[in-house]
T-cell receptor, first 113, second 108 residues
């Protein structure tokens, strides 16, 4: 069964460093998403991406964040100058159309120290 | 007002009981609706899509009332393995919006 894969599963970084979280969406999917979930809290929307551009972003997704689809398969989230409060689980998701179910990767646990 | 609101929980329910989850959404432009399940420290996984006609999958029944902007999930004959957080999810344009989730503990 096709699945969304994310790497790494756990990333520890020092405050102020840049991190890149990687995702490989399901191959025939067209819509891509990043979400984050701080421990014990809700799943929060960060950004949606379609047709090689950001279609929507939340207030959380400020200039510190960027996304890229550098080739036909990868979808990355870059966080510049990480802060302690960026520590969370980051989930990538993809879906084939704008109304169908979204499939989530297993997440990257980011710990900023 | 939050766009998707759910019962705060947690629900502590004996095995075999029936559990009902409620969810309301505020934006009438919302287009499609889902229930996801999330186990501790895992990714959300689709439990079922929700349709106005109602849909059933084994012990699970989901219902949508567009007029009231209300979504429900019923779990019959609950099992220990049903213990998880249940997330109400609403789709608007291409944005997927999650409720905060309701934690369910099934007690042996």
């Amino acid at each position: 069964e096709p699945e969304v894969t994310q790497t790494p599963s756990h990333q520890v970084t020092q405050m102020g460093q840049e991190v890149i979280l990687r995702c490989v969406p399901i191959s025939n999917h067209l819509y891509f998403y990043w979400y984050r979930q701080i421990l014990g809290q809700k799943v929060e929307f960060l950004v949606s991406f379609y047709n090689n551009e950001i279609s929507e972003k939340s207030e959380i997704f400020d200039d510190q964040f960027s996304v890229e689809r550098p080739d036909g398969s990868n979808f990355t989230l870059k966080i510049r100058s990480t802060k302690l409060e960026d520590s969370a689980m980051y989930f990538c998701a993809s879906r084939r159309d704008s109304q169908g179910e979204a499939f989530f990767g297993q997440g990257t646990r980011l710990t900023v120290v | 007002r939050k766009e998707v609101e759910q019962d705060p929980g947690p629900f502590n329910v004996p095995e075999g009981a029936t559990v009902a989850f409620n969810c309301t959404y505020s934006n009438s432009a919302s287009q499609s609706f889902f229930w996801y399940r999330q186990d501790c420290r895992k990714e959300p996984k689709l439990l079922m899509s929700v349709y106005s006609s109602g849909n059933e999958d084994g012990r699970f029944t989901a219902q949508l009332n567009r007029a009231s902007q209300y979504i429900s999930l019923l779990i019959r004959d609950s099992k220990l393995s049903d213990s998880a957080t249940y997330l109400c999810v609403v789709n608007r344009d291409d944005k997927i919006i999650f409720g905060k989730g309701t934690r369910l503990h099934i007690l042996p």
